[in-house]
């Protein structure tokens, strides 16, 4: 038996099983921290602001009992861009395919229009295995989450409800055992050393846009985008990594690169840690800001960014 890289891997049970899922929720329900935790590494970003995960991203779980490839997906929700468009083909397309769609809803929130939008959303995919998670259970007491499972489980028909705290571990085996559960008896898919399919320098520019977003005022989320314009090593081994980040006007220029470049420095900061734990090395970053104008509503400007 090989994966589908061609290496050898050793024979599975008859039972094995492997497959794709993706979460699905409104923003901030905890989609990416869920991914990461699962995974055991960090794949997706994360962020307080609303439609952080941009690409589809592949993380992949490892259990002796099966192999669970989870698609991170941009979120749901009504576009206003052509940008936001195709975020929402994207996440069409994924689902169209995937195994199990697990919906996520906070225990913090009780449902609302938004997660019935969404469940509604569902039913067009009718492939796909149905499976609510309620997120984020360690910030509600046991009231709160008992409520909210029995609003959840009256949303719809679903293979099963399950409480988790992707912070403190809470139910992640019981989560994983369930979504295995559902998907079809299949070889592995994917190399057991491999944690994800994202290359390296995607990897890099979206923990750029991570430190970029931190602390970012409203409207400027869904105006920055970064790219990895070069990377050289220098004769004493340092790795020297380029990168722009592009908002869409001048003002916001101004506004990453702060009073003097300090919130540029403090976002180049506390990128190379992240980059510098990533690659397990020091590295040099440099990063400039470009002005790229209306590029969510502009589809060259769009295919530049990789959307």
């Known amino acids: 038996m090989t994966s589908s890289f061609g290496e050898p891997v050793e024979a599975q049970a008859d039972d094995f099983r492997a497959g794709f899922i993706s979460f699905v929720g409104r923003p901030n329900v905890g989609k990416s921290t869920l991914t990461n935790a699962l995974v055991g590494e960090k794949i997706a970003i994360t962020s307080p602001k609303p439609q952080t995960t941009r690409r589809v991203i592949r993380g992949i779980v490892h259990r002796p009992a099966g ?13 206003r861009t052509l940008l936001g468009q195709r975020l929402n083909d994207t996440v069409s397309a994924v689902l169209g395919d995937v195994d199990v769609i697990g919906m996520c809803v ?36 046991s009231a709160t989450v008992i409520e909210r499972l029995a609003e959840v489980d009256a ?23 369930v979504l295995i559960s559902l998907l079809p008896v299949s070889p592995p898919l994917y190399d057991f050393e491999q944690n994800t399919d ?38 004493d081994g340092l790795l020297q990594l380029f990168a722009s ?16 470049g300090s919130r540029l420095q403090r976002i180049g900061s ?3 840690s992240q980059i510098q734990e990533l690659l397990g090395e020091r590295v040099y970053l440099s990063l400039r800001v470009k002005v790229m104008k209306e590029w969510q509503r502009d589809p060259k400007a769009l295919g530049k960014l990789g959307f």
């Open 106 to 141: 906070p225990a913090t929130d009780r449902v609302g229009p938004g997660d019935r939008f969404i469940r509604d959303q569902l039913d067009r995919f009718r492939h796909a295995k149905k499976v609510a998670i309620v997120t984020k259970i360690d910030e509600a007491d």
């Open 270 to 272: 506390a990128a190379r």
């Open 245 to 260: 980040i592009y908002v869409e006007r001048d003002s916001q220029k101004g506004i990453i690169i702060g009073k003097g």
């Open 67 to 79: 192999q669970l490839i989870i698609v991170d997906t941009p979120g749901i929700h009504r576009p």
């Open 155 to 177: 949303l719809g028909d679903w293979e099963a409800v399950v409480p988790v705290s992707a912070v403190k571990g809470s139910q992640l085996d019981t989560l994983s055992d």
């Open 198 to 235: 994202e290359t390296t320098e995607d990897r890099i520019a979206e923990l750029i846009r991570e430190a970029a977003l931190d602390g970012a005022r409203d409207e400027l989320p869904h105006s920055i985008a970064v790219t990895i314009d070069d990377q050289e090593r220098r004769d």
